[in-house]
């Protein structure tokens, strides 16, 4: 028989065995865990992709190609803008070296690029409604048509101001002054250069003829008027089209999507156009257009 003194030592002895074994199995597990948390790994964010967008350098194009940069950087793409002529925006779509714009003026402006270009580009839709080119004066000129032109030739020292060489104006305008027998030399500068010499010579209250299109802030900033054209050198009513490389719409159907959707009106237009001129970066014009904006920002984006 067991007494009690020797049963109550033997439970004492189990115990104590008991709580080695314990902690002889927490030494080979490791120390406890400490309270310091553990570092949670930083996720790293993909781009939605890669897009390149080409323009030519009109204040209207720089105005669209902006927002639209931005709307795509809100949608998560890497933008990529590129600046070139006319005639090489539409050669650089044509061989897929980039892959959209949203500067293309139909249907007159543009046509002899599409002519030549078009059988190898995407025409995606139009972005812009109401666009128009031609000769455009000061509202206090005294003469309402092209035809005029001859009477005043000396009041504008001969001389027609125009932008870059090669833009599509400048060859409707060389149309027009032979057409019209004009006695003009239209001088190339820029889209700024033409811009400044208009500024300069409103503010003195001088003659000037420029070749002019609409949207631009100077119809907002400026009393301008387009010189009637009663034989239609310059066509009538304009619209700017979205442009693709061929394949892009499959190989990135959801940056296609975007371009698809993207659309405004002249006001829209002409509000980031003046904002530059006032002194905005494209960059931040365009930003706080899109902030502005953001149900149309959305819908284009589809998210």
């Not at 115990?15 to 790994?41: S, Y």
């Not at 048509?145 to 400048?170: H, R, W, Y």
């Not at 009513?237 to 009106?265: T, V």
Request: glycine letters at 8%.
């Amino acid at each position: 028989m067991i007494s009690a003194q020797q049963t109550g030592t033997l439970c004492i002895l189990i115990l104590v065995v008991a709580g080695v074994f314990i902690a002889g199995c927490t030494d080979e597990t490791g120390p406890a865990p400490t309270t310091e948390p553990t570092a949670t790994p930083t996720a790293t964010v993909m781009p939605a992709g890669e897009v390149s967008i080409g323009y030519v350098l009109w204040d209207s194009e720089i105005a669209s190609t902006n927002v639209l940069k931005t709307v795509y950087e809100q949608a998560g793409y890497d933008v990529e803008l590129k600046a070139v002529d006319a005639g090489p925006l539409y050669q650089a779509l044509a061989d897929g070296q980039v892959d959209m714009s949203v500067s293309s003026w139909m249907p007159t402006t543009h046509d002899a690029y599409w002519d030549t270009y078009g059988d190898d580009i995407d025409m995606v839709g139009t972005n812009l409604e109401g666009a128009k080119i031609g000769l455009v004066v000061p509202r206090y000129v005294k003469i309402d048509s092209i035809e005029e032109l001859n009477n005043v030739t000396d009041q504008f020292d001969g001389k027609i101001i125009g932008i870059e060489p090669g833009a599509g104006i400048m060859a409707a305008t060389e149309r027009a002054i032979e057409e019209y027998g004009l006695d003009y030399t239209l001088v190339p500068s820029s889209s700024a250069a033409m811009a400044a010499q208009l500024t300069d010579a409103y503010e003195n209250y001088e003659w000037i003829v420029v070749t002019g299109w609409t949207p631009h802030w100077k119809f907002v900033r400026f009393d301008l008027k387009y010189l009637d054209d009663p034989k239609g050198v310059y066509g009538g009513e304009e619209y700017i089209a979205s442009l693709a490389r061929q394949g892009f719409s499959e190989d990135n159907p959801e940056a296609y999507a975007i371009l698809e959707r993207f659309g405004w009106e002249s006001s829209d237009m002409e509000e980031v156009m003046l904002a530059i001129e006032d002194g905005a970066t494209p960059e931040d014009a365009a930003q706080a257009w899109v902030d502005a904006n953001q149900d149309r920002v959305i819908y284009w984006i589809n998210r």
